[in-house]
Protein backbone atom coordinates (compact mmCIF):
# COMPACT_ATOMS: atom_id res chain seq x y z
CA UNK A 1 0.00 0.00 0.00
CA UNK A 2 1.02 3.34 -0.63
CA UNK A 3 0.36 7.13 -1.30
CA UNK A 4 -0.13 8.85 -4.54
CA UNK A 5 0.16 12.65 -4.58
CA UNK A 6 -0.90 14.44 -8.03
CA UNK A 7 -0.31 18.27 -8.60
CA UNK A 8 -3.80 20.00 -9.74
CA UNK A 9 -1.34 22.57 -11.84
CA UNK A 10 2.03 21.04 -11.33
CA UNK A 11 4.55 23.80 -12.74
CA UNK A 12 1.49 26.22 -13.33
CA UNK A 13 0.60 23.50 -16.55
CA UNK A 14 -2.71 21.84 -17.44
CA UNK A 15 -2.82 18.08 -16.64
CA UNK A 16 -3.41 16.69 -20.22
CA UNK A 17 -5.75 13.93 -20.62
CA UNK A 18 -5.23 10.50 -20.79
CA UNK A 19 -6.39 7.52 -22.22
CA UNK A 20 -5.30 4.66 -20.92
CA UNK A 21 -6.57 2.50 -22.64
CA UNK A 22 -4.06 3.31 -25.06
CA UNK A 23 -0.47 2.52 -24.92
CA UNK A 24 1.10 5.48 -27.29
CA UNK A 25 -0.83 8.26 -24.47
CA UNK A 26 -0.40 6.72 -21.53
CA UNK A 27 3.60 6.80 -22.43
CA UNK A 28 3.60 9.75 -23.18
CA UNK A 29 0.89 10.74 -19.67
CA UNK A 30 3.85 9.00 -17.77
CA UNK A 31 6.79 10.69 -19.41
CA UNK A 32 5.44 14.26 -18.84
CA UNK A 33 4.66 13.38 -15.42
CA UNK A 34 8.15 11.87 -14.53
CA UNK A 35 9.25 15.10 -16.38
CA UNK A 36 7.49 18.07 -14.48
CA UNK A 37 7.45 19.13 -11.41
CA UNK A 38 5.22 19.05 -8.58
CA UNK A 39 3.27 16.08 -11.39
CA UNK A 40 3.81 13.40 -8.74
CA UNK A 41 4.84 12.20 -5.34
CA UNK A 42 4.86 8.80 -4.12
CA UNK A 43 5.36 7.52 -0.65
CA UNK A 44 4.88 3.75 0.90
CA UNK A 45 3.11 3.83 3.84
CA UNK A 46 5.98 3.29 6.09
CA UNK A 47 7.00 6.51 5.11
CA UNK A 48 3.96 8.74 4.15
CA UNK A 49 2.91 8.46 7.54
CA UNK A 50 6.02 9.50 9.90
CA UNK A 51 6.54 12.38 6.75
CA UNK A 52 2.84 13.38 7.26
CA UNK A 53 2.87 13.31 10.54
CA UNK A 54 5.92 15.92 10.88
CA UNK A 55 4.50 17.85 8.34
CA UNK A 56 0.94 18.31 10.42
CA UNK A 57 2.88 19.12 13.58
CA UNK A 58 5.43 21.54 11.77
CA UNK A 59 2.25 22.88 9.38
CA UNK A 60 -0.48 23.27 12.26
CA UNK A 61 -1.05 26.73 11.31
CA UNK A 62 -1.88 25.63 7.81
CA UNK A 63 -3.45 22.84 7.68
CA UNK A 64 -6.73 22.19 9.88
CA UNK A 65 -7.25 18.87 11.73
CA UNK A 66 -9.42 17.58 8.79
CA UNK A 67 -6.13 17.99 6.54
CA UNK A 68 -4.39 15.91 9.07
CA UNK A 69 -6.72 13.10 9.68
CA UNK A 70 -8.04 13.18 5.46
CA UNK A 71 -3.73 12.85 4.82
CA UNK A 72 -3.62 9.89 6.62
CA UNK A 73 -6.21 7.96 3.72
CA UNK A 74 -6.00 8.24 0.36
CA UNK A 75 -9.44 8.64 -0.58
CA UNK A 76 -8.14 11.91 -2.74
CA UNK A 77 -7.81 15.08 -0.24
CA UNK A 78 -7.50 17.84 -1.67
CA UNK A 79 -5.07 20.67 -0.36
CA UNK A 80 -5.09 24.03 -2.15
CA UNK A 81 -2.50 25.68 -4.23
CA UNK A 82 -2.14 28.31 -0.91
CA UNK A 83 -1.43 25.66 1.64
CA UNK A 84 0.94 23.92 -0.51
CA UNK A 85 3.17 26.96 -1.06
CA UNK A 86 3.28 27.68 2.41
CA UNK A 87 3.80 24.36 3.60
CA UNK A 88 6.58 24.31 1.10
CA UNK A 89 7.94 27.30 2.54
CA UNK A 90 7.69 25.74 6.09
CA UNK A 91 9.67 23.08 5.29
CA UNK A 92 12.40 25.04 3.46
CA UNK A 93 13.11 27.36 6.43
CA UNK A 94 13.19 23.58 8.82
CA UNK A 95 15.37 22.53 6.76
CA UNK A 96 17.71 25.72 6.76
CA UNK A 97 17.91 26.00 10.27
CA UNK A 98 18.28 22.38 11.04
CA UNK A 99 15.30 21.67 12.54
CA UNK A 100 14.17 19.29 10.26
CA UNK A 101 17.61 17.33 10.88
CA UNK A 102 16.94 17.15 14.41
CA UNK A 103 13.66 16.00 14.26
CA UNK A 104 14.92 13.30 11.90
CA UNK A 105 17.86 12.64 14.33
CA UNK A 106 15.35 12.32 17.49
CA UNK A 107 12.61 9.99 15.30
CA UNK A 108 15.62 7.55 14.82
CA UNK A 109 17.00 7.40 18.18
CA UNK A 110 13.08 7.23 19.47
CA UNK A 111 12.72 4.53 17.29
CA UNK A 112 16.16 2.22 17.58
CA UNK A 113 15.05 2.43 21.30
CA UNK A 114 11.60 0.75 21.04
CA UNK A 115 11.68 -2.55 23.33
CA UNK A 116 11.26 -6.01 20.66
CA UNK A 117 7.63 -7.00 21.56
CA UNK A 118 6.44 -10.90 21.86
CA UNK A 119 6.42 -12.65 18.44
CA UNK A 120 3.26 -13.06 17.81
CA UNK A 121 3.23 -16.24 15.57
CA UNK A 122 4.39 -18.26 18.50
CA UNK A 123 3.09 -15.99 21.13
CA UNK A 124 6.55 -15.46 22.62
CA UNK A 125 7.44 -19.44 23.19
CA UNK A 126 9.94 -19.40 20.86
CA UNK A 127 8.42 -22.37 19.24
CA UNK A 128 5.10 -23.04 17.20
CA UNK A 129 2.01 -24.51 17.68
CA UNK A 130 2.90 -27.85 16.22
CA UNK A 131 6.86 -27.15 15.66
CA UNK A 132 7.14 -28.80 19.29
CA UNK A 133 10.72 -30.83 20.00
CA UNK A 134 12.74 -28.93 16.79
CA UNK A 135 15.58 -29.16 18.80
CA UNK A 136 16.76 -32.46 17.70
CA UNK A 137 15.37 -35.58 15.64
CA UNK A 138 14.64 -37.43 18.77
CA UNK A 139 12.72 -34.78 20.18
CA UNK A 140 10.93 -34.32 17.50
CA UNK A 141 10.02 -38.13 17.29
CA UNK A 142 8.54 -37.66 20.99
CA UNK A 143 5.88 -35.10 19.58
CA UNK A 144 5.30 -36.39 16.08
CA UNK A 145 4.97 -39.53 14.22
CA UNK A 146 7.28 -39.16 11.12
CA UNK A 147 10.09 -36.60 10.62
CA UNK A 148 8.58 -35.22 7.42
CA UNK A 149 5.24 -33.50 8.69
CA UNK A 150 3.55 -32.47 11.79
CA UNK A 151 0.43 -33.86 13.26
CA UNK A 152 -2.41 -31.01 12.87
CA UNK A 153 -3.15 -28.00 11.28
CA UNK A 154 -2.76 -24.57 12.70
CA UNK A 155 -6.18 -24.51 15.01
CA UNK A 156 -6.63 -20.67 14.81
CA UNK A 157 -7.31 -21.13 11.22
CA UNK A 158 -11.25 -22.14 10.54
CA UNK A 159 -12.95 -24.35 8.76
CA UNK A 160 -15.36 -21.75 7.30
CA UNK A 161 -12.12 -19.94 6.22
CA UNK A 162 -10.87 -22.63 4.34
CA UNK A 163 -14.10 -23.33 2.21
CA UNK A 164 -14.47 -19.39 1.67
CA UNK A 165 -10.90 -19.47 -0.53
CA UNK A 166 -8.88 -17.47 1.13
CA UNK A 167 -5.85 -18.06 -0.43
CA UNK A 168 -3.62 -16.39 2.10
CA UNK A 169 -5.15 -18.53 4.75
CA UNK A 170 -4.84 -21.70 2.22
CA UNK A 171 -1.34 -20.87 1.76
CA UNK A 172 -0.41 -20.82 5.49
CA UNK A 173 -2.62 -23.88 6.17
CA UNK A 174 -0.14 -25.39 3.48
CA UNK A 175 2.71 -24.31 4.56
CA UNK A 176 1.90 -25.54 8.77
CA UNK A 177 0.36 -28.82 7.35
CA UNK A 178 3.96 -29.52 5.38
CA UNK A 179 6.19 -27.86 7.27
CA UNK A 180 8.78 -31.07 8.67
CA UNK A 181 11.24 -31.48 11.79
CA UNK A 182 14.34 -29.80 8.75
CA UNK A 183 12.26 -27.03 8.35
CA UNK A 184 11.50 -26.35 12.29
CA UNK A 185 15.09 -27.33 13.21
CA UNK A 186 16.30 -24.76 10.47
CA UNK A 187 13.90 -22.39 12.08
CA UNK A 188 14.85 -22.58 15.55
CA UNK A 189 11.21 -23.67 16.37
CA UNK A 190 9.50 -20.30 14.86
CA UNK A 191 10.04 -18.99 10.91
CA UNK A 192 9.03 -15.22 12.48
CA UNK A 193 11.38 -15.02 15.54
CA UNK A 194 13.33 -18.17 15.22
CA UNK A 195 13.26 -18.74 18.57
CA UNK A 196 13.94 -15.84 20.12
CA UNK A 197 10.38 -15.74 21.31
CA UNK A 198 10.49 -11.33 20.83
CA UNK A 199 10.81 -9.79 17.34
CA UNK A 200 11.16 -6.53 16.01
CA UNK A 201 8.78 -3.73 17.20
CA UNK A 202 6.44 -3.25 14.84
CA UNK A 203 6.37 0.62 14.72
CA UNK A 204 10.20 0.17 13.69
CA UNK A 205 9.10 -0.53 10.12
CA UNK A 206 7.95 3.20 9.69
CA UNK A 207 10.63 5.12 8.59
CA UNK A 208 11.53 9.36 7.97
CA UNK A 209 14.46 11.18 6.46
CA UNK A 210 15.39 14.21 5.68
CA UNK A 211 15.47 13.37 1.54
CA UNK A 212 11.51 12.44 1.76
CA UNK A 213 11.02 15.64 3.60
CA UNK A 214 12.76 18.21 1.20
CA UNK A 215 11.59 16.12 -1.91
CA UNK A 216 7.98 16.85 -0.70
CA UNK A 217 8.42 20.30 0.08
CA UNK A 218 9.64 20.80 -3.60
CA UNK A 219 6.69 19.00 -4.72
CA UNK A 220 4.28 21.09 -2.73
CA UNK A 221 6.32 24.23 -4.08
CA UNK A 222 5.37 23.53 -8.01
CA UNK A 223 2.01 21.27 -7.74
CA UNK A 224 -0.38 23.58 -7.87
CA UNK A 225 -2.64 22.02 -4.82
CA UNK A 226 -2.53 18.41 -4.55
CA UNK A 227 -5.00 15.53 -4.19
CA UNK A 228 -4.01 12.34 -1.68
CA UNK A 229 -4.81 9.11 -3.23
Known amino acids: MGYD?????????EVPDCDFSDDDTTKAYFAWQ??????????NMWGWRPLWGYVTESCDDILSSKDALKGTHNGGHKISKTKAIKIARRISKLNKNGELRGFVQSYEEWSNNLSDEDC??????GTRKGWEGWQSESEWLKHHDTLDEVENA?????VAQVIAGNAGILN?????QQVSYRWANTCKGCNSCHGKGKKKNFKRSYFLNEADVIEFGDFCRHSGGFTIH
Open 34 to 43: KNTMGAYFRS
Open 154 to 158: DESIS
Open 120 to 125: NICDGT
Open 172 to 176: QLKQV
Open 5 to 13: LYGLRPSDM
